[in-house]
């Protein structure tokens, strides 16, 4: 067994003694042919293609397909595709219980070698011509020294996380604050990016983008975002402008050559105001000099960068858009536990809000940041959902889609509802959020593939929501804007 903590065989299932699931789920578990099928060669997968980007949307893309088949485990054909993706093979195992999702994590039986995005790979002339940590799986023996790597780096920024944080959210929330008095709403877009990079960059890397210039300090944010979209789009769901988008965006790959010259200048800043955890890198774990700076960035850009992006925003809209007095009780809590504006936010005191806890779970439970994990059969094995086994070949690809999984009415009641209480009356239910590719009660390790960043992205989403309380009594808004702002009184 390589895994500690979320291997089939050292945990037993999650369901087998589950108290939410009926009886009768956990009884037997009768072998079924996976149903579904591919189509033919080339019209099967172009036809999910566009049921899957234009007309269904990925959720109810796989929810009719769930439907039809009456399984929440059976064969289609995920994105990218037919006409100019030859070499990728869309034949996919969707997965989309908690059940059989958690196979996923079990290095036993899967592998996760460049299966980040799916058979789909973007090509490592974005990364620096190498395979960064992401794409490796535990049984290459790089990828136990480049997590461990990442690993140390969160460990050592937790001394300058607070700071860090409140004085970015301090200069992010005066820009929306100052929109909002001229226009009367505020976009937040930019100002949270512009917070997140210099942030993740202080934190995580060591470098302040203002040392280095004028440009990596005003549009770091920018040149990121070109560099990790262009890397996804493939396989990015959009959800507008059809068929322009099918044409010109999901038809093929667009090359490195495009954003060369802004990747040169991000590594640079690397290199040059990351120096010191470069080195680290080279000097405690091992890796030469470009598998230091190219993973510091990887870390960097695509892992927190692009994943606090997608977070925030859905954080920011549970509360803001709540119309119960949800706002009231946070700003209660919050300041009962650390006290109102000018006090100094610590780990200690989120550790005891228990309802901005749940509320940030919550929130990664209906709004995973990312939504889809892959990983191939290492071997020929039987997967369980609740009520079926399945017989699965060696290298099948297993597609887990998150949103399903975290909406399975057999674990969670009433699953389609934000439910800002349901991880504080249910803490056992934190075994089956999955948000981060393991679950919320297992530990990161070099030997599994679950996200380094686990703790931090929740501290940090629960810090994010002290500091709002600390400092407004009540926020409106949606995922896009904020449309007013009571300051506290
Ligand atoms: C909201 C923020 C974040 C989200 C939503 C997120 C999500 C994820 C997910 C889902 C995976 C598994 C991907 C897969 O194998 O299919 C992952 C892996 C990873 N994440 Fe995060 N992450 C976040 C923040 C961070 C941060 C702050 C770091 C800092 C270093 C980080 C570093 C990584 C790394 C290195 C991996 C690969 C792990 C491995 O190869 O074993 N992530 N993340």
């Not at 909002?180 to 877009?189: D, I, L, N, P, T």
């Not at 399975?408 to 249910?426: I, N």
Request: charged share 25%.
């Amino acid at each position: 067994m390589t895994t500690t903590n979320m291997g089939h065989s050292e945990q037993p299932s999650p369901f087998s003694s589950s108290q939410l699931l009926p009886p009768s789920s956990t009884t037997s578990h009768p072998l079924r042919d996976i149903p579904g099928s591919y189509g033919p060669r080339l019209l099967g997968p172009f036809l999910d293609r566009l049921d899957y980007f234009w007309f269904q949307g990925p959720d109810n893309f796989y929810r009719k397909r769930m439907e039809k088949h009456r399984s929440t485990v059976f064969r289609t054909n995920v994105p990218p595709s037919f006409p100019f993706y030859l070499n990728v093979n869309p034949n996919v195992v969707a997965i989309l219980d908690c059940e059989s999702f958690s196979h996923l994590f079990d290095m036993e039986i899967v592998e996760k070698r460049n299966v980040l995005i799916g058979d789909f790979m973007p090509s490592v002339k974005f990364t620096g011509d190498m395979r960064v940590c992401a794409y490796l799986d535990p049984s290459e023996p790089q990828h136990a020294k480049i997590k461990s790597f990442g690993l140390d780096l969160l460990k050592r920024s937790s001394r300058v996380w607070i700071e860090e944080l409140e004085s970015g959210l301090g200069t992010m929330w005066d820009t929306i604050d100052l929109s909002v008095a001229k226009g009367g709403s505020a976009k937040y877009f930019s100002p949270l990016q512009k917070f997140l990079f210099h942030f993740l960059s202080k934190t995580i890397v060591g470098a302040d983008p203002s040392s280095f210039s004028q440009e990596i300090s005003d549009s770091g944010h920018t040149i990121m975002d070109k560099w990790l979209y262009l890397q996804i789009l493939p396989a990015f769901y959009i959800g507008s402008f059809q068929p322009l988008t099918e044409i010109f965006l999901h038809s093929w790959a667009y090359p490195f050559a495009l954003v060369r010259g802004d990747y040169q200048k991000l590594y640079k800043f690397v290199e040059k105001e990351g120096n010191e955890a470069v080195e680290r890198g080279k000097a405690e774990f091992g890796l030469n000099h470009e598998e230091a700076v190219h993973n510091l960035l990887f870390f960097l850009g695509f892992n927190a960068f692009g994943g606090f992006t997608a977070f925030l925003p859905t954080l920011i809209n549970a509360i803001a858009s709540e119309t119960t007095d949800l706002q009231e009780r946070l700003r209660k809590e919050v300041r009962a536990k650390l006290g109102g504006a000018g006090v100094r936010l610590s780990f200690e005191s989120v550790k005891e809000m228990e309802l901005v806890k749940s509320v940030v779970y919550e929130t990664l439970r209906l709004n995973p940041p990312v939504t889809t994990q892959f990983a191939r059969a290492k071997k020929d094995f039987r997967l369980k959902s609740h009520d079926s086994s399945f017989d699965i070949k060696q290298g099948e690809l297993l597609c887990g889609y998150q949103r399903l999984a975290m909406r399975d009415p057999k674990v969670f009641h009433d699953p389609e509802k934000f439910d800002p209480d349901r991880f504080l009356k249910k803490p056992e239910l934190l075994n089956y959020l999955y948000w981060s590719n393991g679950s919320q009660r297992s530990s990161p390790s070099p030997s599994n593939k679950q996200c380094p960043g686990k703790d931090f992205v929740t501290i940090t989403g629960c810090l994010f929501v002290a500091y709002m309380f600390q400092r407004y009594d009540s926020i409106t808004g949606n995922s896009k804007s904020i449309t007013a702002l009571q300051k506290a009184t």
